[in-house]
C-alpha cells in the first residue's frame, strides 16, 4: 500500500506539473501593493484552507481539457499533488508566510511555483 501510494504521489509531481521552472508572473495583486500584505496573505490562506477540497472539480476539469483521451489515467495523481500542493500553500500562508512577506515583500504563494492559481475557483 505505500508503494502504490508513494508512486502515485510520485507521477503526479514528476508528470502533472511541466512547468515548475516557470517564472512567468501575472503581476502583483493590487492589495499587496497597498501595504496590506500581511492581511491579505493570512486571509489567502484560510480561504485556501477551506476550499482546497474544491480540487477535485477544479483538477477534474483541467485534465479533461489539457489531456481528453488520458485523463482518466492523470485525474489522480494530479489530484493528490495539487491537494497537498494548495493544503500546504494555505498553512504556510497562514503561518510561515506573513513573516516572511513582512520581512522581504514576497507574498508569492507555494502555488505559483507550480502553476496553480492562487485559489481554487480561479482559471490557471
Known sequence: MKKTMMLVIL???IFCRPGLASETSTG????????NNVK????RGWKNFFTF????VRTGQNEKQH???TWPLTYAPCLVSNVIIRATSSLNDMFVLPTYVWATKDPRPITHFFDLPDYVWEKA
Do not use: S, W
Request: charged share 25%; no cysteine; aromatic share 0%.
Open 28 to 35: 502583483p495583486d493590487p492589495d499587496l501593493r497597498q501595504g
Open 40 to 43: 491579505v496573505v493570512m486571509a
Open 67 to 69: 489531456h481528453p483521451k
Open 11 to 13: 507521477t503526479g509531481i
Open 53 to 56: 477540497p474544491g480540487e477535485i
